[in-house]
């Protein structure tokens, strides 16, 4: 289809009308010209095609799909190839129903604990993100289905979602914010980018030129149709001005005919209106020249992959003893309101109506004859006293305990924020009372984000299952009886309290405004660079069996600023089960420098070894791996100097380190004025020579010749006085040597000094 030669035939109102919905769910149609309407369908770990034509919040019912695990486990298994397949299936089932375009991955950064959403966001770290959405996008348009990734950007909270303002500073953006969209785009090329409600420094990012075209399309790339999330759209002509093409849903005729009114008016050109109308045409007919009018799926195999994809996304998070795997032969006593009953997913708008669902009791009946008390419930936080004693008598008559508890989901959805990180305290209790008559405790965490755990150091087990999709029961199963062997790490750090948290005094804000006032120090960035003990790191995840890292090696100890580095270390299998190892790579400034994270995720690989079996682990690193975004030049930069690049098994386990010596060849640009420091204009090549008089007149004060007898403190108080001293106070101490009217003429030298570094 020439898109391009149908959007000349249309009028200005047929224009018009393809940038906003049809209704809620469908993009309009232009019958004149045979232009059918798309479908677009939430999601994004499971299709919620809706048969309601107005319900974007899951209060009504959609069709039977797969329900797959929310982003905040599937992150965890760190397995791109795992993505790929999920995003597949749901490519296949979008096909088979006809939907053009799903909503999602979602690929916002997990800011805090507490936001409502956290289960359908990856990771607290933008690389892992990245490349998380990028696979599962990749999956998905491998069926010729478009994704929507969202919600871009700085999108973090439910207080307030569609009114705040986030305010955040540009190197943190482009570092933690915007680094796991760029990911993203870069690796997934979407079909379609959802802007988010929030303002972000003042503007709205439905209508935010900087975001929608300045950094998404001339940056990184990106060359399919934006999207409003439904109801983002604040003003359609300064969205549509500034790179936004589709709003939704259906404004009625309200926004066509403004964008109309705008172009009559000369406010907006009508070429930006023929931009965005191409933008959408070309998707839609992507899909439509692509679509396969015979796909169907298969439910039973897509459960099952399910629960394949459940299983390798958990994490072990403790196993004191060897308590797990747990034999067949022992009496297991299954305990808790999540055993017949599982919370799989969220609230909200990618609430799925599951196809069907496989509950831990069900499923353990393959391994092990269980016995089962509730404990406690889930709608009202409150023991019963009668349900308390029943799983007390059940944990003592039993030689194992595993109670399911988490949140319920009253506790966290889309719409809102929790208020705190705690279970239910009547699972507290629970717990407790379940640890004075066994001592041999499992604990399997249902819940969408971290919790506090009180209770961590008495039991020997914990696994954290996530939101595992409707397959959960199932692969719990298979882990807790060792069908399996755990091999998910945490995509997030858990924090012992809610307080150590780095965002915890300025989240969500105060009224309209909430302040970024951590910065770069986001997750395990801060814990690092703080030393804040946490629960459990970043990275973290056991197995049944253990590894060994050995012979880490760089294929180059000096480099320049423009070339990748390849990292490779031998991982050894040396327990009794076969199982795999995510490998961690994470690069750690080892010079003086701009202030930086301890360490950063820059590479990872997941490897199965069988018992004995050793493999290569390896991983490119390229300049953007040692690099921080610079706001002086508005790009990425990599400081000169050491850098150690870490092996490691979680961010708080480096098992191998090697050291990386990295030369510049570019430099910062230093604009020197009279108030310049001598450390910042000495960093210009030739400087020194340039300020010589003055610093031969303050040496000469300082002692000159003998300046060895004024002892070791005072040499080091004259160099840093030096080293932070404005130009302009230089003449206080150099005395006769320099001449204050020169001042001007030396400032240009080394002005034009700083041009020619930078030529």
């Known amino acids: 289809m020439d898109v391009h030669k149908l959007v000349q035939e249309m009028t200005l109102e047929e224009k018009a009308s393809l940038c906003s919905g049809a209704d809620f769910w469908h993009t309009k149609a232009v019958e004149r010209l045979g232009i059918p309407q798309m479908m677009v369908s939430d999601g994004p770990h499971g299709l919620r095609k809706q048969d309601q034509s107005a319900d974007h919040l899951g209060i009504n019912d959609s069709i039977k799909a797969v329900c797959f695990p929310t982003a905040a486990g599937l992150a965890c298994s760190f397995d791109r190839e795992l993505l790929f397949r999920v995003g597949e299936a749901l490519g296949k089932e979008c096909q088979a129903e006809d939907v053009g375009v799903i909503l999602g991955p979602a690929a916002n950064i997990k800011r805090s604990p507490l936001c409502g959403r956290n289960f359908e966001y990856f990771s607290e770290d933008p690389y892992l993100s990245g490349e998380m959405a990028a696979a599962h996008i990749r999956g998905v348009q491998s069926r010729n289905v478009g994704t929507s990734l969202k919600h871009f950007a700085v999108n973090n909270q439910e207080t307030r979602r569609m009114s705040v303002d986030a305010r955040v500073d540009e190197r943190t953006q482009r570092e933690i914010y915007l680094a796991s969209f760029e990911g993203a785009v870069k690796g997934g090329h979407p079909w379609t980018v959802m802007c988010s409600y929030n303002r972000i420094n003042g503007t709205y990012a439905s209508e935010n030129p900087r975001l929608l075209t300045g950094i998404l399309r001339d940056e990184w790339g990106f060359d399919g149709f934006t999207v409003t999330d439904w109801g983002a759209c604040n003003d359609h002509v300064a969205g549509v001005e500034a790179g936004l093409d589709l709003e939704m849903p259906s404004s009625g005729s309200y926004n066509d005919e403004a964008l109309v009114r705008a172009v009559r008016e000369a406010r907006i050109s009508e070429a930006a209106v023929d931009r965005a109308a191409e933008r959408i045409l070309t998707v839609m007919y992507r899909y439509f020249?692509?679509?396969?009018?015979?796909?169907?799926?298969?439910?039973?195999?897509?459960?099952?992959?399910?629960?394949?994809?459940?299983?390798?996304?958990?994490?072990?998070?403790?196993?004191?003893?060897?308590?797990?795997?747990?034999?067949?032969?022992?009496?297991?006593?299954?305990?808790?309101?999540?055993?017949?009953?599982?919370?799989?997913?969220?609230?909200?708008?990618?609430?799925?109506?599951?196809?069907?669902?496989?509950?831990?009791?069900?499923?353990?009946?393959?391994?092990?004859?269980?016995?089962?008390?509730?404990?406690?419930?889930?709608?009202?936080?409150?023991?019963?006293?009668?349900?308390?004693?029943?799983?007390?008598?059940?944990?003592?008559?039993?030689?194992?305990?595993?109670?399911?508890?988490?949140?319920?989901?009253?506790?966290?959805?889309?719409?809102?924020?929790?208020?705190?990180?705690?279970?239910?305290?009547?699972?507290?209790?629970?717990?407790?009372?379940?640890?004075?008559?066994?001592?041999?405790?499992?604990?399997?965490?249902?819940?969408?984000?971290?919790?506090?755990?009180?209770?961590?150091?008495?039991?020997?087990?914990?696994?954290?299952?996530?939101?595992?999709?409707?397959?959960?029961?199932?692969?719990?199963?298979?882990?807790?009886?060792?069908?399996?062997?755990?091999?998910?790490?945490l995509a997030?750090?858990?924090?012992?309290?809610?307080?150590?948290?780095?965002?915890?005094?300025?989240?969500?804000?105060?009224?309209?405004?909430?302040?970024?006032?951590?910065?770069?120090?986001?997750?395990?960035?801060?814990?690092?660079?703080?030393?804040?003990?946490?629960?459990?790191?970043?990275?973290?995840?056991?197995?049944?069996?253990?590894?060994?890292?050995?012979?880490l090696r760089l294929d180059k100890v000096q480099m320049k600023d423009t070339e990748t580095l390849t990292a490779s270390v031998d991982v050894t299998n040396t327990g009794r089960v076969a199982a795999k190892e995510i490998v961690q790579f994470y690069v750690s400034p080892a010079h003086a420098g701009i202030s930086r994270p301890v360490k950063e995720l820059r590479g990872f690989e997941k490897v199965y070894l069988e018992p004995g079996e050793t493999k290569t682990v390896t991983v490119e690193l390229p300049p953007r791996a040692f690099a921080y975004y610079e706001t002086a030049i508005a790009d990425w930069f990599v400081e000169p100097g050491a850098y150690a690049v870490l092996a490691a098994a979680s961010s708080a386990d480096v098992r191998a380190q090697a050291r990386v010596e990295i030369e510049a060849t570019r430099r910062l640009p230093v604009h020197v004025h009279e108030n310049t420091t001598f450390g910042d204009a000495l960093k210009i090549p030739g400087a020194a020579e340039i300020l010589k008089p003055f610093t031969d007149g303050i040496g000469a004060m300082l002692g000159g010749e003998n300046s060895e007898a004024l002892g070791e403190s005072t040499r080091e108080m004259a160099a840093a006085m030096l080293r932070d001293l404005p130009l302009r106070a230089a003449f206080a101490f150099a005395g006769d040597k320099a001449d204050r009217g020169k001042l001007p003429a030396i400032v240009a030298a080394l002005n034009d000094a700083s041009k020619r570094a930078q030529a």
């Open 289 to 489: 020249e692509g679509r396969d009018r015979t796909a169907v799926f298969d439910r039973a195999a897509h459960h099952n992959l399910a629960r394949l994809v459940a299983r390798e996304s958990m994490v072990l998070l403790k196993n004191d003893g060897n308590l797990l795997p747990l034999s067949a032969s022992r009496r297991v006593a299954f305990i808790g309101p999540f055993v017949k009953r599982p919370r799989y997913q969220g609230g909200g708008s990618s609430h799925i109506n599951a196809s069907e669902e496989t509950c831990a009791m069900e499923a353990a009946s393959e391994y092990a004859d269980v016995i089962y008390a509730q404990g406690c419930g889930t709608k009202e936080d409150r023991t019963e006293p009668e349900l308390l004693l029943r799983a007390v008598n059940a944990a003592q008559a039993a030689d194992v305990a595993v109670l399911f508890v988490g949140l319920p989901d009253s506790f966290e959805s889309e719409g809102y924020d929790r208020t705190h990180m705690r279970l239910p305290d009547c699972q507290n209790e629970l717990i407790r009372e379940v640890l004075k008559v066994q001592r041999r405790v499992v604990v399997v965490l249902h819940n969408g984000s971290p919790v506090e755990m009180p209770w961590a150091d008495e039991v020997p087990a914990i696994l954290e299952a996530y939101l595992g999709g409707q397959a959960v029961g199932g692969a719990v199963a298979d882990l807790l009886f060792g069908k399996a062997s755990p091999c998910g790490k």
């Open 492 to 551: 997030e750090t858990f924090p012992l309290r809610l307080e150590d948290n780095p965002s915890y005094l300025n989240f969500p804000g105060d009224g309209d405004t909430v302040e970024y006032r951590e910065g770069i120090y986001v997750g395990y960035r801060y814990y690092d660079k703080r030393g804040v003990n946490v629960r459990f790191p970043f990275g973290h995840g056991l197995t049944y069996t253990t590894f060994e890292y050995a012979n």
